[in-house]
T-cell receptor, first 112, second 115 residues
Framework: GEDVEQSLFLSVREGDSSVINCTYT??????LYWYKQEPGAGLQLLTY?????DMKQDQRLTVLLNKKDKHLSLRIADTQTGDSAIYFC????????????FGAGTRLAVHP | DTEVTQTPKHLVMGMTNKKSLKCEQH?????MYWYKQKAKKPPELMFV???????INESVPSRFSPECPNSSLLNLHLHALQPEDSALYLC??????????????FGQGTRLTVV
């Protein structure tokens, strides 16, 4: 089955860029997702990328996908204190429903 | 409207109690999910309903009983839980069509404490 790995912690200065990395084992995932979870809250879908794409940009967010290395990254430009949260990458299949497999999550801490 | 609504937000129950968690969405999604999230861990899938039929049960103990009474509602009935079942229970929904992006939208969760 799918296994998704992420680095656990990232600390950045406000205004800098953040890069959160993720590796996955199952290349059959049709879509790959990034979710954000603030303390005590549910998961917020940030963005996704189709497995046939290499890059997707959505305002301050840039997703890069290296299919050969099975590596996914999320870059947040101009990181703000409100970006402090846990970020999960997840793989899923477009098979009529979406059985998401999540990475362990990366805690992003933004300091002044 | 991309909202999935879960009630209650918090629940404390004894090990002999029976309670239910509720989830509602009005996005026309025909796939609905229950996930369990322990502290400092990622969400883990429990159940998937597709077109109101149970499609996946990830070997969840029978003290958790899901129900999908219609295409907008999903319930999770709880009975004789153990303290280790204390967790954040997340509901999600997505489209249920082959070959399309079935991005899942999550509710805010029910934080369950079993005493």
């Amino acid at each position: 089955g799918e296994d998704v790995e992420q680095s656990l912690f990232l600390s950045v200065r406000e205004g800098d860029s953040s890069v959160i990395n993720c590796t996955y084992t199952d290349s059959s995932s049709t879509y790959l997702y990034w979710y954000k979870q603030e303390p005590g809250a549910g998961l917020q879908l940030l963005t996704y990328i189709f497995s046939n794409m290499d890059m997707k940009q959505d305002q301050r967010l840039t997703v890069l996908l290296n299919k050969k290395d099975k590596h996914l990254s999320l870059r947040i430009a101009d990181t703000q204190t409100g970006d402090s949260a846990i970020y999960f990458c997840a793989g899923g299949e477009a098979g009529g429903y979406n059985k998401l497999i999540f990475g362990a999550g990366t805690r992003l801490a933004v300091h002044p | 409207d991309t909202e999935v609504t879960q009630t209650p937000k918090h629940l404390v129950m004894g090990m002999t109690n029976k309670k239910s968690l509720k989830c509602e969405q009005h996005m026309g999604h025909r796939a609905m999910y229950w996930y369990k999230q322990k502290a400092k861990k990622p969400p883990e899938l429990m159940f998937v309903y597709s077109y109101e039929k149970l499609s996946i049960n990830e070997s969840v103990p029978s003290r958790f009983s899901p129900e999908c009474p219609n295409s907008s509602l999903l319930n999770l009935h709880l009975h004789a839980l153990q303290p280790e079942d204390s967790a954040l229970y997340l509901c999600a929904s997505s489209q249920a069509r082959q070959g399309v992006n079935t991005e899942a939208f999550f509710g805010q969760g029910t934080r369950l404490t079993v005493v």
